[in-house]
């Protein structure tokens, strides 16, 4: 593949206009490091309208490193409660507390470190948030790679499938050296607002003259065809005496992993009991995963201790089916047994 990098002049044409137009975040008035990698590590699959609102939740309650390594992963899953994907809370928490061990415990003294490379030997820590997080924090020249500059190099190539290596390769060639957090965010910047996945605004394109695919853009990329799993789960919600759910914390390396939540029953319908009553199916999508759970609810008293969900880190899913079972009336309520 041979890859004409940008010229000069349209280098300085994004910047201008990311100097100009680019989105008023908070991260992006800040330097500290802590701050940015938290944004980076949100923004991986939480769409930046929703990732201002746990971004900033998060800072209010772990506004250092210290703080976040000293606290509990309960805690840490309860305050990304709705952000999803909560593996990247339960890395987070791991990544903080090997930030503070000493450095003669193969730790690092308690900061973030600066260098890609180092960054890259932290829990939850890729490429792309290596790259992000030493270009932005600390100005280190490396290039990001991530959706939107993909689908930005392959409309300026006129590409259906550039290989991440080509990709790369031709974010490396575009580095502003200079100014590398800048010219990465603007990249971004402009593949989030302008050089859209579905409504590209071409005729507002900074760098629209050297772009080969302004007149089909669309065409470009190829779409990634992502295949999703239809899943049928079954749960059956208890109370206790005092009206709390009968609800357990799931294993850690398990779907909603840390999260706490009524039993999940996949495949088979269990035997249902004559005390239990139906009261509707929750649907529920993730990346990979189209969920359709049937649930129940024990109109008699659990013999079981139950917990109060609002002290404890639960999943959309899970928080979906509680408010199902309360809107239903149905149940063992206290108000209605003895």
Known sequence: MSVVALSGLSQEKLLEWYDEHQRDLPWRKTDDPWAILLSEILLQQTQVSRGLIYWKRMMDTFPTIQSMAESSVDKVLKAWEGAGYYSRARRLHALSQLVMLPSSKEGFDGSLPSSRDALLSLPGIGPYTAAAVSSIAFGQPFACVDGNIRRVMARQHQMTEPSNKEVQS????????????????????????????????????????????????????????????????????EFDADGNPVIHQRKQDGLFGGLWGPQLIEGQKPGKNGDDDFVGIVSHKLSHRAMNVHVFVSTEQSQKTGRNPSNLALSV????????????????TPDTKS
């Open 170 to 237: 031709w974010a490396d060639e575009q580095l502003v050296r200079q100014r590398p957090g800048d010219w990465n965010q603007a990249l971004m910047e402009l593949g989030a607002t302008i050089c859209t996945p579905k409504k590209p605004q071409c005729h507002l394109c900074p760098v629209n003259s050297s772009c080969l695919g302004r007149e089909t853009a669309t065409n470009y990329p190829k779409p990634k065809k992502t295949k999703v799993k239809e899943i049928t789960l079954w749960t059956c919600v």
């Open 317 to 332: 899913l899970d928080q979906k089916i509680l408010g199902l079972v309360r809107e239903s009336g149905k149940g063992y």
